[in-house]
Nanobody
Framework: QVQLVESGGGSVQAGGSLRLSCVHS????????MGWFRQAPGKEREGVAV???????TYADSVKGRFTISQDNDKNTLYLQMNSLKPEDTGMYYC???????????????????RGQGTQVTVSS
């Protein structure tokens, strides 16, 4: 059974940084899209940052230049480094993975086959 476990969330002031981690049990012999999506209170889930099967990254416009997605395959871990955080970044952040093929995984990340339970990020002004 595939597991994705997020950690690293917390409460920070605007301008601060957090690094989210997602430890997973994905089959290392298969290729997956992986990424992060979030859900703010009262809003729909939205893709934040993803890595495709060729290890190319894509970011939502709202986080470009501030967030960085990366992965360490030896540690089975996906990361999201978040800098210059803003109050509008507040929300539950989820790790996601899928082995299907996508034209636009960023927008489809919330519907991934595999998703974690989430970690809360709260940014105060």
């Amino acid at each position: 059974q595939v597991q994705l476990v997020e950690s690293g969330g917390g409460s920070v002031q605007a301008g601060g940084s957090l690094r989210l981690s997602c430890v997973h049990s994905l089959n290392k012999y298969r290729r997956f899209y992986m990424g992060w999506f979030r859900q703010a209170p009262g809003k729909e889930r939205e893709g934040v940052a993803v890595i495709d099967k060729l290890h190319r990254t894509t970011y939502a416009d709202s986080v470009k230049g501030r967030f960085t997605i990366s992965q360490d395959n030896d540690k089975n871990t996906l990361y999201l480094q978040m800098n210059s955080l803003k109050p509008e970044d507040t929300g539950m952040y989820y790790c996601a993975a899928d082995d299907r093929d996508f034209h636009d995984y960023l927008s489809r990340a919330p519907q991934s086959l595999y998703r974690g339970q989430g970690t809360q990020v709260t940014v105060s002004s």
